[in-house]
């Protein structure tokens, strides 16, 4: 059912929906929650991983900026966004892209909707290493952070912002957000604030991949304005890109191609041991949760 909202009647607008909803109640029907449940550890602040890179006594992101310098880090991406009903499968779309993501030794932040779809596959503990590439997992297991970064709610998105200025800001990585080897999705995006979000992403010099479709495409002009043209003038674009594996290509270029710009080492995946070291069970027995990516 459809309700409409009006501001001045907002309190009296939302104990009717209350009200109907409890009315509905008896008409539910049966019900089926799993009876399955999963660990996370989430709400990474930018101060936390500034604290986590650093220690107490000397917070920075040089070790991170090294890390991405040096090539045991290929780069950065944050995943964030809804779940869109007119994507088949739910959640399929943001767990490829970050599954995909740290395999190939690429950071992933995330928020809101995506973090969840990653909290329900185990992504958001430290046990899930085994699915990382070798220069990922050997930074995460000494810093001891999963290598996927909850930094909260759908409306947090500035957080991850504010983590690649402070980046930018520690040096040896160009001199702008636009020069950092890092990029943005938002595989099923559904509302207009998604777009205004990405937007604001790609305005501050993060190429910015949204899924499902584009609003746009009848107008070539725009289209162009929104690659070509801001490419040009803020140094990243906005793309609408249905398919996330195309996409998901698209970005790990990109953040090559932004390696090669700062001439740094081209990655190589071989080029650091995968370490054998690690066991899940260092952090939780296997019966303290089902990590379903096991």
Request: hydrophobic share 40%; with cysteine.
């Amino acid at each position: 059912m459809h309700v409409d909202f009006h501001e001045d009647k907002a309190m009296e607008i939302a104990k009717s929906i209350l009200r109907t909803a409890i009315d509905n109640y008896a008409n539910r029907g049966k019900t089926h929650i799993p009876d399955v449940q999963d660990r996370l550890i989430a709400g990474f602040s930018h101060e936390y991983i500034n604290y986590m890179l650093g220690g107490s006594l000397r917070e920075s992101f040089r070790p991170f900026n090294d890390a991405v310098m040096a090539g045991r880090i290929r780069g950065a991406a944050g995943v964030v966004g809804c779940n869109n009903a007119r994507v088949p499968t739910h959640d399929v779309q943001h767990i490829d892209l970050v599954t995909e993501l740290i395999k190939n030794d690429i950071l992933v932040v995330t928020t809101g909707c995506d973090a969840i779809a990653c909290a329900k596959r185990g992504l958001l503990t430290p046990e899930v290493m085994e699915h990382c590439g070798p220069g990922l997992k050997e930074i995460c297991n000494t810093i001891g952070i999963p290598p996927v970064l909850h930094m909260g709610s759908c409306v947090d998105n500035t957080r991850i912002l504010t983590v690649i200025t402070q980046a930018a800001t520690e040096g040896g990585l160009g001199e702008d957000i636009s020069d950092l080897p890092v990029a943005g999705f938002a595989p099923e995006w559904m509302s207009e604030k998604a777009i205004s979000i990405g937007i604001y992403f790609a305005a501050s010099g993060v190429n910015t991949w949204m899924g499902v479709g584009s609003p746009v495409e009848g107008s070539p002009d725009v289209v162009k304005l929104i690659t070509d043209g801001w490419q040009e003038k803020v140094g990243a674009s906005l793309y609408f890109e249905p398919d996330h594996k195309k996409a998901l290509q698209e970005a790990i270029a990109t953040i090559d191609a932004k390696r090669k710009a700062l001439k740094l080492p081209e990655y190589d995946p071989k080029k650091f041991a995968k370490s054998e070291t690690y066991l899940p069970g260092d952090y939780a027995p296997e019966k303290h949760g089902a990590y379903s990516l096991k």
